[in-house]
Nanobody
């Protein structure tokens, strides 16, 4: 299993970023996929997941600002992040599995929200 995140960077408060995760080595179309994040000095926090049928769920802290989507033809999962806040600063990880159990993780991509 390989998960490769991209799209992180530095953005001002109120800005947007689009994170992508390229997946390989397993049957992506059958897998629930998640995004999680880890801020400095804090534990890893689940952010969102999307089931193989497209149903999605979000943490309360990002609901209404973040949107998760998937493209089964391209084996990718995307996290569109809008109205970013300084507290969204973290390393963002792609994972196989749902909010309750994740099995495999990517290497992470840094998101920094700062003016």
């Amino acid at each position: 299993v390989q998960l490769v995140e991209s799209g992180g960077g530095l953005v001002q408060p109120g800005g947007s970023l689009r994170l992508s995760c390229a997946a390989s080595g397993f049957t992506f179309s059958r897998s629930t996929m998640s995004w999680a994040r880890q801020a400095p000095g804090k534990g890893r926090e689940w952010v969102s997941d999307i089931a193989n049928d497209g149903r999605s769920a979000y943490a309360d802290s990002v609901k209404g600002r973040f949107t998760i989507s998937r493209d089964n033809a391209k084996n990718t999962v995307v996290l569109q992040m809008n109205s970013l806040k300084p507290e969204d600063t973290a390393v963002y990880y792609c994972a196989t599995g749902s909010r309750y159990l994740q099995a495999h993780w990517g290497q992470g991509t840094q998101v920094t929200v700062s003016s």
